[in-house]
């Protein structure tokens, strides 16, 4: 059964805002992105979900007792091949590295460069608010790296569990979660 369903990300269109001081203007950066209409393969969400929780139960996370999993496709995997890792915790804590990188590396490092779907799951924590459920910022800028940059064909989705009876996940973009992420432009 075809379960792919089309989902609107909303607008975001704030103006910059600028004020002049007799030390010269400051600057308020604005955000300028337009809706965009994504599909989504409802069946395959859900088995990413599950994934990403079934990930999480591998987690070394003696430090924090935060456990995290993530499930990835890549777009330009043809076999639609499902990565995923938990988050790896070390004694001496700047080592430890996110469930979501580690599986974004697992499968960056197959040769994929394009992320589909990014699931993750923090199962301790489903009913915290979106905050507490979302990829850190090193993660949103390591997702960035591998997502079309062209916010008008980005196919990208990051899904987001929840704890929420009856809701599958929270579907977001890279450009939502990261608007004035940082481009190399070389
Ligand atoms: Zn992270």
Redesign the pocket.
């Known amino acids: 059964m075809n379960e792919t369903v089309e989902l609107t990300l909303p607008a975001l269109e704030v103006p910059d805002h600028r004020v002049e001081t007799p030390a010269g203007a400051i600057r308020v950066p604005g955000i300028r992105l337009p809706e965009k209409r994504v599909s989504v393969d409802a069946a395959l969400v859900a088995k990413l979900i599950d994934h990403a929780r079934e990930a999480a139960r591998l987690a070394h996370a003696p430090h924090s007792d935060f456990h ?1 999993g993530a499930a990835i496709i890549m777009a330009d995997d043809p076999y639609a091949t499902i990565f995923s890792a938990a ?1 790896i915790e070390n004694s001496s804590y700047g080592v430890t ?5 580690n599986a974004l590396f697992a499968a960056a490092s197959k040769g994929f460069r394009r992320v589909r779907y990014l699931a993750l799951s923090t199962v301790d924590a489903l009913d915290a608010p979106l905050s507490e459920r979302s ?6 800028q ?1 997702i960035r790296e591998f997502t079309e940059h062209d916010v008008a064909i980005d196919e990208a989705l990051i899904l987001i569990d929840t704890g929420d009876p009856g809701v599958l996940c929270d579907v977001m973009d890279i450009q939502r979660l990261l608007p004035h992420g940082f481009t190399f432009a070389g």
């Open positions: 995290v988050n590295v996110c469930g979501e990188r990829p850190c910022g090193a993660c949103r390591a």
